[in-house]
């Protein structure tokens, strides 16, 4: 790799870095003041719950960039990097079937005796957290085709789709409850097309 491209990726990783921290941070006065405390904290308990189901990620996504990197240099190494890269799509796949069977019990449980409020209903709580292990799971996805982009050094085209995904998950978002719906249930139905889209984005550019 030589030094221009070093500079460029590195750039394009502050760039989308940067618009992140920037746009969430600008956006959370506008949503706790349309959503309510209550509704804000839900979107609160998502982040952590993202963090949480990352954690089933087990290094694979790594693992996977590493590979990509390897089969960029060397073709011959590109057969094994598609066997893995399937192999991971397949465990991706049956953690989101695992999460699909167990988000009701779970969302129930945390609806009942774990949320407390006074403006939410349970099933508003419930429907939400459903939602939001629906999309921790697809998160699986986007980070394993993420760091397979990132191996093959598409850094630049990976940060300015981000700053897209971003804009709609945070500045869409805004549009979306000022111009749709401010009901919570429909904020996380919102966030889980725009993760589809995410996953799909992502899946059409390295199988390109």
């Given amino acids: 790799m030589n030094l221009s491209l070093i500079r460029i990726n590195t750039f394009a990783n502050y760039l989308g870095t940067g618009f992140l921290v920037i746009i969430s ?64 799509e397949v465990y991706a796949f049956f953690l989101l079937i695992v999460v699909l069977i167990f988000a009701s019990p779970i969302s129930l449980f945390f609806s009942d005796y774990w949320f407390q409020s006074e403006t939410l209903a349970n099933d508003v709580i419930k429907s939400s957290i459903e939602i939001m292990f629906i999309c921790g799971a697809l998160q699986m996805y986007v980070r394993l085709y993420k760091f397979s982009l990132i191996g093959f050094e598409d850094q630049v085209w990976v940060n300015m789709f981000s700053i897209f995904i971003s804009s709609l998950k945070f500045a869409g978002a805004l549009v979306f409850i000022w111009t749709v719906s401010a009901n919570i249930v429909h904020f996380f139905v919102y966030q889980l097309v725009v993760m ?9 550019k390295l199988y390109k």
């Fill in 25 to 88: 941070v600008a956006t959370v006065p506008y949503l706790l003041n349309t959503l309510g405390a209550d509704a804000y904290g839900l979107i609160g308990f998502f982040a952590i719950l993202q963090n949480i189901l990352s954690f089933f990620d087990l290094g694979f996504s790594q693992l996977l960039g590493r590979h990509a990197a390897i089969a960029k240099s060397r073709k011959i190494e590109f057969s094994f990097f598609a066997d893995i890269l399937k192999s991971f």
């Fill in 196 to 204: 589809l889209i995410e996953v799909i984005g992502l899946r059409l």
